[in-house]
């Protein structure tokens, strides 16, 4: 929407960065690393856990001050996409740039894109990290990836690939649980982000159509459209409010707060991996159990 901005609050860090895995690594690697790009921070931590030991992992956009949609890549990305061996993007026009980036500076590394591996087309919502099955997907073609690249390490990277689903255990709980406790309940969003998740969880989305087309559009909502939003959580229609809290902007704090006013929970959701989180799982958990409190599954 032209009045939502990604917010600016802490410094821009175009300088790619390394993270290392955080889960307990099943052994030492038994060759040498391969070389990992990955567009995105919400692709970049998975893709550290899964390589474990066995994989550099470079994250161009490591912060969340900065809009993927509208990134220009500095030679410094090139170059680090020049050296690459595997390339993990998201795909479906989240991250152009690095698709483009791909096939000019290192047109032999395969790349892994997680719109390819879920059938997203382009134009259909981007943001497939909240979406659980895309989760598994992509870990599966990395891991497959890896193995391909550095046959030496495979049952290195399938034992990183079982570690990882024992890692994202908490999180398939808590979507289970809100699932059997509030699944046909309604929610609205102020954007698209987590979509793809409400609709795992058995949630039915009441977000007004004509602000849900405007969103998707990056365009103005109308009057009307705001209208219809207002009365709908003024009327008690919707049970919870999923609110972006990285995008600025009077008509999504103006829901806000009619939201809150109406008595409707307000679960605050990021688009990009937040500072000071220590994981992609710990990041969703506590989204995920901020929700389950708002619907009553959870005390």
Known sequence: ???????????????????????????????????????????????SELGGACAAVTTVLASSSIDPHDYEPAPAD??????????????????????????????????????AVTGTAAGANPHLWYR???????????????????????????????????????????????????????YAATESIFDYLAQALGLVNKTPAGYQR???AEAEPSPGDVAAF??????NQIDVLIYNTQTEGSIPEQIRA?????????????????PGEQSFVAWQDGQLTALAE??????
């Open 1 to 47: 929407m032209a009045t939502a901005v990604l917010a600016t609050g802490c410094a821009a860090e175009r300088a790619p960065v390394s993270r290392p895995a955080s889960s307990p690594s099943p052994g030492a690697c038994p060759t040498a690393p391969v070389d990992v790009v990955v567009s995105v921070d919400q692709w970049g931590d998975i893709v």
């Open 78 to 115: 090139a170059a680090s996409f020049s050296g690459a061996q595997l390339i993990v993007v998201n795909g479906a026009d989240y991250d152009h740039w690095a698709t483009d980036l791909a096939a000019t500076a290192a047109p032999a590394a395969p790349v892994v894109s997680a719109a």
């Open 132 to 186: 659980p099955a895309a989760i598994s997907a992509v870990a599966d073609a990395v891991t497959a990836e890896l193995s391909r690249i550095d046959p030496a390490a495979a049952e290195y990277f399938a034992e990183r690939r079982t570690a990882f689903t024992t890692a994202i255990q908490p999180y398939s709980n808590l979507i289970a649980d809100i699932k059997a406790g509030a699944a046909g309940k309604s």
């Open 214 to 216: 405007a969103a998707a």
């Open 230 to 235: 207002h009365n709908a959580l003024a009327a």
């Open 258 to 274: 009619v939201a809150e006013q109406s008595g409707v929970p307000v679960v605050e959701v990021t688009e990009t991996v937040p």
């Open 294 to 299: 708002a619907l009553g599954v959870r005390s």
